[in-house]
């Protein structure tokens, strides 16, 4: 059995073979293509990681579910996650969006609120802290009717919130149709049995843990009525064109502030819930538009009778304020 010889990199073996067995010739022909093999090599690979980024930003685009497939494809599902509180006009759709300098003629007028002796300041300050500092999320409401004139005020003081160039992004629909209430909840109880045991993660799970939340919503069907919070995430004006909402969830976030304040001011309850996922069935259901996303699900009524809270403990002063 004879040794071969080792392949000498570039060179030919005894036998006049290179050791890949080519001949010269086709080594010459390489060494020619190779730096353009190796051009056309990048060109290829650098279209393909564009056209994966492209695919990416399609994917995530509304209605689209990255790696879903078309038959478990559901358009609620990553649809509500994405925080769309800047949307602007998009390149070559600036024709759709107004022109933001139409209120420049403002007219303003003098403004002179109530002004307190500090004496006053000081003990209203204090009745509202302690009216405020009983609001708890309740979870068990009382069916027990109360004036839907009620409900009225204090949507109209929720509208009474400051919002980004005062384009109140707010929609506040009021549900006590029975019907319409156990679709919410089907609606909810479905997509928060699917947030607790897959979406939301062995920490999120524990985490409410102590506060015994689970997917069994009974005070959607009870409550006498269910208010869900849509921000505008853009406006529509009436000649159709589009309005841009500058901070149009933190505007209505303020304003459902003001909601829960309004409510506990007239010995109402809520907890305030943030049904993950169902926000685009919830916005087809009560028939709103593709500008409004649902923020805020809030049922309301008396506390139930046998009504419990988990007993927290708020931060004290120091904790929650720097003083410089
Ligand atoms: C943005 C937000 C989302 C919340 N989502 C839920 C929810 O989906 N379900 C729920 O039972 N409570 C929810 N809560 C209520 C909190 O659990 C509650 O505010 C917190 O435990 C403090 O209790 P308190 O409201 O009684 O002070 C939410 C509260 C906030 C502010």
Not at 150 to 159: F, K, L, M, P, S
Request: hydrophobic share 35%; aromatic share 6%; charged share 25%.
């Amino acid at each position: 059995m004879s040794a071969r010889a080792p392949p000498r990199p570039g060179g030919t073996n005894p036998g006049g073979d290179n050791y890949l067995g080519t001949t010269p010739a086709v080594m010459v022909l390489l060494s020619v293509l190779t730096p353009v093999l190796v051009v056309v090599l990048c060109l290829v690979i650098g279209f393909m990681l564009l056209g994966s980024r492209e695919t990416k930003t399609t994917s995530t685009s509304p209605g689209k579910t990255e790696g879903a497939s078309k038959a478990d494809f559901r358009p609620w599902v990553d649809q509500d996650l994405q925080d769309d509180t800047e949307i602007t006009a998009k390149e070559g759709e600036d024709g759709d969006w107004a022109d933001s300098n139409e209120d420049e003629d403002l007219l303003h007028v003098p403004y002179s609120p109530p002004r307190y002796p500090e004496e006053t300041m000081l003990a209203r300050s204090k009745d509202l802290y302690t009216l405020m500092n009983q609001r708890r999320s309740v979870r068990f409401i009382s069916p027990e009717p109360f004036p839907q004139e009620v409900i009225d005020n204090v949507i109209r003081t929720a509208g009474t919130a400051p919002s980004g160039a005062h384009t109140e992004p707010w929609t506040f629909v009021v549900v006590s149709d029975p019907e319409t209430k156990h679709k919410i909840r089907r609606i909810v109880e479905e997509e928060e049995e699917v947030n607790y045991r897959q979406r939301m993660g062995d920490k999120w799970v524990h985490d409410l843990a102590k506060l015994k939340t689970n997917w069994i919503k009974e005070y959607l069907d009870v409550a006498p009525y269910l208010v869900l919070v849509f921000k505008q995430t853009y406006g529509i004006l009436p000649n159709g064109k589009k309005r841009t909402h500058y901070y149009n969830e933190i505007s209505v976030s303020i304003s459902c502030g003001l909601l829960l304040a309004a409510l506990q001011n007239v010995g109402l309850v809520t907890v305030t819930t943030t049904p993950l996922n169902c926000g685009p069935q919830l916005r087809l259901l009560l028939k709103r538009p593709a500008n409004e996303k649902l923020l805020i699900l809030l049922p309301v009524g008396y506390p139930a009778s046998d009504a419990t809270v988990p007993d927290l403990k708020r931060k004290p002063l120091d904790d929650i304020m720097v003083h410089i």
